[in-house]
C-alpha cells in the first residue's frame, strides 16, 4: 500500500512540474548519482576464507581502468548542481530572500538524509561492539558506508560558496573556470612536478568550484546549447583527456586505484577536468532532444522518483553492499571467480540485482526523511545572530564530514572518529535549530 501511495505520489508531482522547469538538469542528476550507485558495485571485489575481504577490481584488473571514463560522471551532478543552485538562488532574492536564508534552505536537503545515516551507523556500530563483532570488521564496514561523505563535503563547500562564487560569475563569466583550472594546473605542477607538499590540496575547491561554475554559465545562458559550442567542448575535452592520460603523466583511471601514485581523483586533477568539459559539451548537446522526450509522463515520472530521494540513493548505496556482502559472501552463498575473469563478470549481474533490491528497501525506510519538507526560511533580512548561527552550524557540519572523509578505517569505538562525529551532529543540531529561528 505504502509503494502505491508512493508511486501516485510521483505521479502527482510529475503532473504538477513548472513549465519553466528544465527537466534535462534533473534527468543529468539521476543518471549521475545511479551511474556511479553502479559503479561503486561493479568495483568491489570480496573474498571469503573464513575472514571477509574486499579489494578493488580496478587493482586486480587493470584492463577496466578505461572504462572508468563512463563511470566516473561526478562532473556532471557538480555542473547540474552549478545550474540549480544559480537558478535557485536568483529565484530567492527576486521574492526578498537573503543569503543566509537561502544557505539553510538549500543545505537542509543534504545534512537530514546524511544525520539519519551517521544516527542508523553509529549505534549498529557500538551494538556489533558490544555483541563480540570484530573490531576490524567493523571498522571496514563504517568505513565503506560512509565513503560517499567526500562527495558531501566539497557539495557542501561549494553551496555555501555559491552566493559570492555566482557575483563573480556575474562580473567575469567563463574567465572565472578558466581562472580555477589554472589554479589546479598550478597545483598539480607542485605537486607532482615540483614536489611541493600540500599546495596541490586545494584542487579539493578549485577544481568542483570551476565544473560548478559552468553550470552558472549554462544557466544564464552564457555557455548555449549550440551545436556549435556543445560539439567542439566535446572534441576538445577528450582530446584533452587522451593527451593528458594515453601520452602526458596522469593516469587513465579517473577513479582512485589503491597503491598508485598518482590519482586522478584525489585531489582532482587537470585530466579529471578534461573529463569534465567533455562531459559539459554532451550535456550540452543533449538538451534539446532530452527536454523533448521528458515531456512524455512516463520518463518524467521516473525522474521524479529518483530524484525524490536522490540523496538516500546516493548515501545509503554502499551500506547496501555491506549487507549484500555479508547475505551472499560471509554465508558462502556467492562464488569467487577471479576478478575480470568471463565468470565474475556473469556474476555482476545476479550480485547488482541483489544490491537493486537491499537499496530499495533502505530507500523505502529512510526516504521519507529526505522527501520530508524542512522550514522554508521567511523573507526578509535575518539578524546576526542568524548569521552567527549559521555559519556556525555548516563550519560544524563541514568540519566533521571532512574529518570522517580523511580518518582511517577503524578509528574509535564506532569505527569513526569521536572528535568528527561530535563536530557533525552538533553543526547539524544549530542548522537545524537556526532553519526553524528563521521560519
Do not use: C, K
Not at 512540474?17 to 534535462?24: K, L, V, Y
Not at 543569503?99 to 544525520?115: A, C, K, N, Q
Not at 558490544?130 to 558506508?145: C, F, K, N
Amino acid at each position: 500500500m505504502r509503494a502505491i501511495f508512493v508511486l501516485r505520489e510521483m505521479r502527482r508531482l510529475a503532473e504538477q512540474t513548472p513549465a519553466h522547469r528544465d527537466r534535462h538538469v534533473d534527468l543529468l542528476r539521476a543518471i549521475a548519482i545511479l551511474t556511479v550507485v553502479v559503479g561503486h558495485w561493479l568495483l568491489i571485489h570480496v573474498t571469503y576464507d573464513g575472514t571477509l575481504r574486499g579489494e578493488s577490481v580496478l587493482a586486480l584488473a587493470p584492463w577496466t581502468r578505461p572504462y572508468t571514463w563512463l563511470f566516473q560522471i561526478m562532473p556532471v551532478f557538480f555542473l547540474v548542481g552549478g545550474f540549480a543552485n544559480a537558478a535557485s538562488l536568483t529565484s530567492h532574492r527576486e521574492q526578498n530572500g537573503s543569503t543566509t536564508g537561502w544557505i539553510l534552505h538549500r543545505t537542509d536537503r543534504l545534512v537530514r538524509p546524511t544525520t539519519a545515516l551517521l544516527a542508523v551507523l553509529v549505534p549498529a556500530a557500538l551494538l556489533a561492539r558490544a555483541l563480540g563483532v570484530d573490531p576490524g570488521l567493523i571498522g571496514t564496514a563504517v568505513w565503506l558506508a560512509t565513503v560517499p561523505l567526500w562527495f558531501l563535503t566539497a557539495y557542501l563547500a561549494v553551496i555555501v560558496l555559491t552566493p559570492p562564487m555566482l557575483a563573480l560569475h556575474h562580473r567575469y563569466g567563463v574567465a572565472v573556470p578558466i581562472v580555477l583550472t589554472v589554479l589546479v594546473g598550478l597545483g598539480d605542477a607542485a605537486r607532482l612536478g615540483a614536489r611541493i607538499p600540500y599546495v596541490g590540496e586545494g584542487n579539493y575547491l578549485f577544481a568542483w568550484l570551476a565544473v560548478h561554475q559552468l553550470g552558472f554559465a549554462w544557466q544564464d545562458g552564457r555557455l548555449p546549447d549550440r551545436r556549435s559550442t556543445a560539439l567542439p567542448l566535446t572534441l576538445a575535452g577528450l582530446l584533452a583527456l587522451v593527451l593528458l592520460t594515453v601520452v602526458g603523466p596522469y593516469p587513465v583511471s579517473m577513479v582512485g586505484v589503491p597503491g598508485q601514485e598518482i590519482q586522478n581523483t584525489a585531489p582532482p586533477t587537470l585530466a579529471l577536468l578534461a573529463l569534465a568539459a567533455a562531459q559539459t559539451g554532451l550535456a550540452l548537446l543533449l538538451h534539446a532532444p532530452a527536454r523533448r522526450w521528458l515531456r512524455r509522463p512516463a520518463p518524467w515520472t521516473a525522474v521524479v522518483t529518483v530524484n525524490s530521494a536522490i540523496m538516500t540513493l546516493f548515501l545509503w548505496h554502499l551500506t547496501a553492499a555491506v549487507l549484500g556482502v555479508l547475505a551472499l559472501h560471509a554465508t558462502g552463498l556467492m562464488p569467487q571467480p577471479p576478478p575480470g575473469s568471463p565468470a565474475w563478470l556473469a556474476l555482476r549481474i545476479p550480485w547488482i540485482l541483489v544490491l537493486a533490491v537491499i537499496l530499495t528497501v533502505l530507500v523505502a525506510v529512510f526516504g521519507p526523511i529526505e522527501r520530508r519538507r524542512g522550514p522554508h526560511p521567511g523573507p526578509g533580512a535575518p539578524g546576526l545572530l542568524l548569521h552567527l548561527l549559521t555559519l556556525t552550524g555548516v563550519a560544524g557540519v563541514l568540519a566533521g564530514l571532512l574529518g570522517i572523509a580523511l580518518a582511517e578505517r577503524g578509528q574509535g569505538p564506532t569505527g569513526l572518529p569521536t572528535l568528527a562525529l561530535t563536530a557533525y551532529f552538533a553543526g547539524a543540531a544549530v542548522l537545524r535549530f537556526a532553519r526553524r529561528r528563521h521560519h
